[in-house]
């Protein structure tokens, strides 16, 4: 038996060919050939398992040789590490930020326009791929807020309502929604 028929040799080399399985055939080939090659000479005949372990550590883990292997592919033959988000145009963002802010105050107004404004928005957000899956959640909520309390500030204070109990929920109707607008432009990419 020869060092890159060794055990240790041979679950190295079938890592780095899980791992590498983004590159094109033949450029995996060539990687494992060339690790072969070099596994062979460091190796020779060598069967003491710590003399064996040492060599291939030498080489690297298998993860860096993979990563550095990848950073020498051109970006369309590498598998990309995380789907690119495609860039929205900026009126769409300022849009959907717009709708969104606006719908607080619009809902308390004029109602079914407000809630029409909230719908668009809502779909014009998680639509998008300008913003990551937690910020649209949070601008949800946040634009959310105002009509879940108007409907219970209605069923809980229905005789009740006074000029503070008002002036809290109009408050709450401008400020949450505009929160939820300004963390939207905020985090948007600076090219979207």
Known sequence: MTGTEHPLVTDYLATIER??????????????ADLREHLAVAV???????????????????????AAARAEEPET???????????????????????????????????FAGLAALAVGLVLLWTSTAWDRRTKTLATCLTLATPVAA???????????????????????IALPVTAAVRLLRARPAAA
């Open 19 to 32: 791992e590498a399985s983004f590159l094109p055939v033949g450029r995996r080939a060539e990687l494992l």
């Open 44 to 66: 020779g005949d060598e069967q003491d398992p710590a003399a064996v372990r040492a060599a291939v550590e030498r080489l690297g883990t298998p993860s860096a040789i993979v």
């Open 151 to 173: 409907v219970l500030g209605a069923f809980l204070l229905a005789a009740r309502v006074g000029p503070t109990e008002l002036l809290a929920l109009l408050a709450m109707g």
């Open 77 to 111: 033959a590498a598998a990309p590490a995380a789907p690119a988000a495609e860039a929205q145009p900026r009126s769409r963002t300022v849009a959907t930020a717009a709708l969104l802010g606006a719908s607080g105050v619009a809902t308390l107004v004029f109602d």
